[in-house]
């Protein structure tokens, strides 16, 4: 059974950090592009981050950029989400994704397995 298990939610002041983690079973993740999004109340669910499957390349939301850093371990079937600098406006429920392909991608519908979320609170 194909599934992503995200963890490392929680409430933070503004200007800390979190590191996300997802733990991927079911399937060889290690060649499968992942990706990180997020739907705060109210909104759409938004593109973070991706990664391809050897981590060569990675992609960006800007309101991200600079502040997140998306990273894998295939050996153990881990990716992360570190985040930094963190903002009230990052406030959501973060969502891991994985892909039936190699390539990092942004669209959401291009993915195909999704965990179930972990929530992020920033407080001002």
């Known amino acids: 059974q194909v599934q992503l298990v995200e963890s490392g939610g929680g409430l933070v002041q503004a200007g800390g950090s979190l590191r996300l983690s997802c733990g991927a079973s079911g399937r060889t993740w290690s060649n499968y592009g992942m990706g990180w999004f997020r739907q705060a109340p109210g909104k759409e669910r938004e593109f973070v981050a991706a990664?391809?499957?050897?981590?060569?390349?990675?992609y960006y939301a800007d309101s991200v950029k600079g502040r997140f850093i998306i990273s894998r371990d295939n050996a153990k079937n881990m990716v992360y989400l570190q985040m930094n600098n963190l903002k009230p406006e990052d406030t959501a429920i973060y969502y891991c994704?994985?892909?039936?392909?190699?390539?990092?991608?942004?669209?959401?519908?291009?993915?195909?397995?999704w965990g179930q979320g972990t929530q992020v609170t920033v407080s001002s």
């Open positions: 990664i391809s499957w050897r981590g060569a390349t990675t």
């Open positions: 994704a994985g892909r039936s392909g190699p390539l990092a991608v942004v669209e959401s519908i291009q993915y195909d397995y």
